[in-house]
């Protein structure tokens, strides 16, 4: 998994999103679910 050591990076808005930096996995258990609420912007 990717670390954020000695990377910054500053708030331009949603749109300059490097999506290169996001990282995605599989998920497939009927048995859990998974619920995240912020008021804030997230990449969950």
Do not use: C, H, R, W
Not at 2 to 20: Q, R, T
Not at 34 to 44: K, L, Q
């Amino acid at each position: 998994m990717a670390k954020a050591e000695d990377k910054y990076f500053k708030f331009k808005g949603e749109e300059e999103i490097n999506p290169d930096f996001l990282e995605t996995f599989s998920f497939d258990s009927p048995n859990q679910y998974i619920m995240t609420e912020t008021d804030e912007f997230s990449a969950v």
